[in-house]
Nanobody
Framework: VQLQASGGGSVQTGGSLRLSCAAS????????MGWFRQAPGKEREFVSA????????RYGDSVKGRSTISRDNAKNTVYLQMNRLIPEDTAVYYC????????????????WGQGTQVTVSS
């Protein structure tokens, strides 16, 4: 499975971004999907996850209430809408897929994309 993340960029505090992750080479609807992020000097952090069917979602405490994950199985794509961005959201965002129904644990993910940079300035 190949994952291609896009949609990152530079925004000011309070702005919004919509990240996308396009999958190929596998049966997209059979994978739980997730987003993780890693800031310089920090460990990788769970951001959000969505189940294979899209009905179950999970969010990390740092983005809960400000982000929405969704997926379009017809387009083999998962999205992460991020609102009210703050400088602490600055990181490289990675999408990943898991054979689990849904997971917030990085170690349970089997394939990872290359990441997209999100920079939030104050």
């Amino acid at each position: 499975v190949q994952l291609q993340a896009s949609g990152g960029g530079s925004v000011q505090t309070g702005g919004s971004l919509r990240l996308s992750c396009a999958a190929s080479g596998g049966t997209f609807s059979s994978y739980g999907m997730g987003w993780f992020r890693q800031a310089p000097g920090k460990e990788r952090e769970f951001v959000s996850a969505i189940s294979r069917n899209g009905y179950n979602t999970r969010y990390g405490d740092s983005v809960k209430g400000r982000s929405t994950i969704s997926r379009d199985n017809a387009k083999n794509t998962v999205y992460l809408q991020m609102n009210r961005l703050i400088p602490e959201d600055t990181a490289v965002y990675y999408c990943a897929c898991t054979e689990k129904f849904v997971s917030s644990t990085a170690g349970e993910y089997d394939y990872w994309g290359q990441g997209t940079q999100v920079t939030v300035s104050s």
